[in-house]
């Protein structure tokens, strides 16, 4: 069981630019999570996706969004990147109504 | 507030003793509580996790502590290891049905020889 895998492991981009960042679960997970993690802070919340519709959503705006196949992968895209997005974008499956989660890797986001 | 703090930072701990990391949370409604371990270059990982029916929870070396009545959250490790040394989260859910988990800022455990 590879876990949770998330490509590509590092990222870097300038500002405007748009980035799409992929997801895929652990194996006989369907949901996924995305969070993203700022230098020395804790994951924040973004959005939850669960059969390929957004779930949930965090204090993020809306050029933040996602999208999830049918083999429960997802993509997390960025639009209009500013510096401030520069962070971890961590990936997180679990199955539905529970609460334990399984992190990827992340990527690490670095925008110039 | 749907918020979760840790009171300290960073902690140092001296190779196989316990160490207690501290954590408050909030919101009074939250129903579920996790530490997760953070190592460098990785994504958090599981530790243990408790719901807000019980007190105390016990698993290998850990045991999670959670006081309701002043939103308290803590986490024991038992005889510490250089493998312990990471940054610890905890973390909540804030009601059934809510998956969305809300972290706290982090204690990062640095292992003394």
């Known amino acids: 069981d590879a876990g949770v895998t998330q490509s590509p492991t590092h990222l870097i981009k300038t500002r405007g630019q748009q980035v799409t960042l992929r997801c895929s679960p652990k194996s006989g997970h369907d949901t996924v999570s995305w969070y993203q993690q700022a230098l020395g802070q804790g994951p924040q919340f973004i959005f939850q996706?669960?059969?390929?519709?957004?779930?949930q959503r965090g204090n993020f705006p809306d050029r933040f969004s996602g999208h999830q196949f049918p083999n429960y992968s997802s993509e997390l895209n960025v639009n209009a990147l500013l510096l401030g997005d520069s962070a971890l974008y961590l990936c997180?499956?679990?199955?539905?109504?529970?609460?334990?989660?399984?992190f990827g890797q992340g990527t690490r986001l670095t925008v110039v | 507030g749907e918020s979760v703090g840790l009171h300290l930072p960073t902690l140092s701990v001296q190779e196989g003793d316990n160490s207690i990391i501290n954590c408050a949370y909030s919101n009074s409604a939250s129903d579920y509580f996790i530490w997760y371990k953070q190592e460098s270059g990785k994504g958090p990982q599981f530790i243990i996790d408790?719901?807000?029916?019980?007190d105390k929870r016990q698993g290998q070396r850990v045991t999670v502590l959670l006081n309701k009545t002043v939103k308290h959250l803590s986490l024991q490790i038992a005889a510490t290891q250089p493998g312990d040394s990471a940054v610890y989260f905890c973390?909540?859910?804030?009601?059934?049905?809510?998956?969305?988990?809300?972290f706290g800022k982090g204690t990062r455990l640095h292992i003394l020889p």
């Open positions: 973390a909540e859910n804030i009601a059934r049905g809510d998956d969305k988990i809300i």
């Open positions: 996706y669960y059969e390929e519709e957004e779930r």
């Open positions: 997180a499956s679990s199955l539905p109504g529970n609460t334990e989660a399984f």
């Open positions: 408790i719901r807000s029916n019980m």
